[in-house]
Each structure stands twice: as C-alpha cells, then as structure tokens.
C-alpha cells in the first residue's frame, strides 16, 4: 500500500527473453508492467526519469550475446528491462546536478520510468527548438559518432573521394552530409530503392547504389571510383569490406565504425583482400564513439548551427509507443528502418 503523499504509476517494461544467438526475433523481448513509486532512496544520489523517447541501436544486439569477447559492452541481463540510450524527463532527483523538470539523454532502461543509479553518466539537454528525438540521434549517440568518426578518424581533405555504407542509416546520413560540406565526392550504399533515393535527393549524395541489386561490388565500386576511394566509412564489414579494399588509394582511410552484416552470424565471415592494405599504405582505425562524449559541448556548438541553418537535414523513422520497440529494434537487422530509428514512449 502507498504511504501519505507517496504516488504509485504504472510501469510498463520491455523484458530481455534470453541470450541470443543468430539472428534476432521480436520474441526475444516481451512486455510486463508493474507498479512503480515515484521516490528515489534518500541519500542514493540517483534520479527517477519518465522516459520520452528510446534509440535503437545495432550495438544492442551485441548485448544479446551471453559472451562478450570485448571490453566495451557488458550483456543484458535475462528477465531485466532491455537498457539503452533515450531521452527523458526528470521526476525525482537526490542529486544534486539534477532537478525535477530537467530534460536529459543517455543511458537508461526500455520502460516508462527508470531508476537511474548513476547520474554522471547522463547529458542535460539545454536546447529544445529541435525535435527532443534528435538526442538519440543526431544530437546524440550517433550524431557523435559521424562526427568523431568522419572528422576526427578519417582526417578528411576537399575534394577526396568518399565511400560510405549503411549510407542511409542514423550515423551514414549524417557522415555523408559532412562529406558533402567538406567538398569531397560522396557515394552512398544502402538496401533499398527508396534509400537511395534518399540518400541522391535528400541527403545530396553525389551517387548512390543499392548494394542488394549489386551481383558484383567490386565492380559497383569501380563504376562509382574509378581513380579509388580515399575515404571509406565502414558500417556493415564482410563482402562489402572486402570489395573496398580493392578499391583503395593509395594512403586511403577506413573508419571503421561497425560490422553490422556480423553481428547475427555465429562464425564472423573472413576477409580475403587484406594484402591490399599494404600495397596501397591503407590506415585502418577503429574507434568507439564513448572515447569522445568528453567533446560533447564542442559537438554541439558545430552541429547545433548546422542543423538551425539547414545546412544539414536528419531523417527519423518513429515508432510509437514501447510495445513496437522489440520491433524497431529486431528490424534494423533486415534494414526495415528508413533514417534513426527511434521508439517514442510518451510525449513530454
Ligand atoms: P542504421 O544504419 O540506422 O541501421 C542499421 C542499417 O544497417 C539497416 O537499416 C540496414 O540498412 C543495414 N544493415 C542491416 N543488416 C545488414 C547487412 N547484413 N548487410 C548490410 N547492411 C545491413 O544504424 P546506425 O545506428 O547508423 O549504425 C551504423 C553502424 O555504425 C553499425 O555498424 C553500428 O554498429 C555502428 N556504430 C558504431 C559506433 C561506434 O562507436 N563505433 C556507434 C554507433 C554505431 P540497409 O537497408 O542499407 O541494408
């Protein structure tokens, strides 16, 4: 029973099955409620946050394995809510940074409410005359993503030739767009007709291909470089890596952001051209987007004007309401998702 002046609500979850391994299915998630005090333990330095609206993200699949062979993410825990990043609202706060009222982004759980133990790791939101979505995406996770990764990674030059795949996708449109202010020459890969069509129209890629109709990439990729990609921005990995390499100049780039045609395959695939990374002097980099949320406030004050002077555009894919998000998220994986797949969970 609730004490005096204590408010109970209802909390709907999205509940993580079991490990996963293959590709990822809807039933894979299930949705519970329960009830919820609106309190935070006093003295905890935690704060309580109804959620508006959650991001999905490749990376999560990857927290559905049982193992991690790396240091960077840790396995959701079977039977918990699903955790994320989304944007939200404060209700309750015994920290003091925090006050009831403030709008946030970062890591929180797929449900309408959630205990945030830690504080620290959330970004207060100060500017709310764009879409509050936009920090999942844009101005958010993978909006720093596209810019550490294109600017900081790639070490661009006017004029270079850039490849970008997944092209259509919350970081490739974005990395295009930067491309394109830098005066390179850009071309996009994406899954479907209507992308390319994004990515030509929209996005104001100079080309754009739909890899799925491409029996031959090494060859699509000639067609579009025919002096060779200086610049590649590398979202997917397996073939389409291995036709890149081919395709390299000499002192090219790689960025290497993420492998998603990987992430549901128990064995990964191999890669065959690697010789190449010699003969054309390739740098290939990896990198984590968290190594760089310290830049954060550097990253809005380029990419906030950018977007107020329409210099850049964002294109969202929105489902609505916390029973579509195993959805949204499960469609990633088949590229369902048309732009930054987000799942609002209510308005603020
Ligand atoms: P997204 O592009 O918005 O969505 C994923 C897209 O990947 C799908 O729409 C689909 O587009 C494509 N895809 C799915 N399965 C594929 C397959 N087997 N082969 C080729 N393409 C496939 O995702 P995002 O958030 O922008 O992420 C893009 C990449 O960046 C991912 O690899 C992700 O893991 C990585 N990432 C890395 C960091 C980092 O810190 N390094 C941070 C964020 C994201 P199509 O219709 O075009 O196939």
Known sequence: MAAEGEEIVKNKQVIFRDYVTGFPSESDMYISSSSLSLKVPGGSKSVLVKNLYLSCDPYLRILMKEVQINSVFASLTPGSPVTGLGVAKVVVSDHPEFKKGDLIWGPTGWEEYSLIK?????????HTDVPLSYYTGILGMPGMTAWAGFYEVCSPKKGENVYISAASGAVGQLVGQFAKLMGCYVVGSAGSKEKVELLKNKFGFDEAFNYKEEHDLDAALKRYFPEGIDIYFENVGGKMLDAVLLNMRVNGRIAACGMISQYNLNQP??????MHIVYNRVHIKGFVVFDY????SKFIDQVLPMIREGKIVYVEDIAEGLENAPQALIGLFSGKNVGKQVVLVAKE
């Open 293 to 296: 949320f310290d830049q954060y």
């Open 269 to 274: 695939e191999g890669v065959h051209n690697l």
């Open 118 to 126: 830690k504080p620290e790791a959330l970004f207060k939101i100060h």
